[in-house]
């Protein structure tokens, strides 16, 4: 069950330095309910989804990514140093333990930074237009992917209190690593980052365009949405899962 799985250790700041650095601000996290049998084809098969209560899930979460250094001693680059992102992740574990997050697709505007996941990370990177306007409490995403386009609006309530462990709130967000094949080898990599401060979502509309671009139904019935300010983030290396 969701309860039986060791979920805080992998909150904790691994050892040894981190491979680079990056902000994730004002971040949306909104949320499908998924049928088994539709993420089973696409997630690989060493990899088991993990279920909450027996429910599955697909995220998008949409944001901008601020002060990114790939490199802890290189500089930053201009070009890939702040802008907009979007991803869509399902929840996965390992053997019953290490949970983690297993990407569909992340779309962001630097090509730069697309080349370098897909080429490095192993990572589904899409170059894609994203326009993101903050008018607090208001918030608004747009991403236009070819003709794939995608739109997320929403209305920022007051701040939460830290959602317990056993929540679904807690399962959907505090996730601190993320796994991706590459060259046919399972790879994980670990982030570190404080606990998310959470604020509730007043009313929102998120398109589903990005689900079904990923082969996934987008009819499945949306929880509450989540917004954060933001968290800045340590990222570590790639390593054999």
């Known amino acids: ?25 004002r971040l949306l996290f909104s949320h499908w309910e998924v049928p088994e049998a539709a993420l089973r084809v696409l997630v690989p098969q060493d990899l088991e989804l993990d279920a909450f209560d027996g429910r599955f899930y697909v995220g998008v979460v949409a944001f ?3 002060n990114v250094r790939p490199l802890r001693w290189a500089p930053s680059i201009p070009t890939a140093t702040e802008f907009g992102e979007i991803n869509v992740r399902t929840y996965v574990h390992h ?24 080429t490095f990370w192993g990572l589904p990177y899409y170059r894609a237009a994203i326009r993101i306007q903050d008018a607090p409490p208001d918030t608004q995403y747009q991403c236009n992917r070819g003709s794939l386009a995608f739109c997320a609006q929403a209305h920022i309530g007051a701040a939460l209190p ?13 996730r601190y690593q993320f796994y991706a094949t590459q060259r046919g080898r399972l790879r ?15 009313h929102a509309t998120v398109d589903s365009t990005l689900l079904t671009a990923a082969g996934l139904p987008g009819n499945g019935a949306r929880i509450p949405d989540l917004f954060s300010p933001g968290v800045d983030v340590e990222v570590f290396g790639l390593e054999d899962a």
């Open 64 to 66: 901008t990514m601020q």
């Open 188 to 202: 994980r990599a670990r982030v570190h980052h404080a606990p998310y401060p959470l604020q509730r979502v007043e």
């Open 95 to 118: 053997e019953g333990r290490e949970p983690g997050v297993y990407f569909f697709s992340l779309d962001a505007a630097s090509a730069l930074v697309v080349w370098a996941a897909r």
């Open 162 to 174: 830290p959602p317990p462990t056993d929540s679904l709130e807690y399962f959907l967000c505090e």
């Open 1 to 25: 069950t969701v309860h039986a799985m060791d979920r805080r250790t992998p909150t904790l700041r691994p050892a040894g330095p981190p491979q680079g650095f990056q902000r994730w601000h």
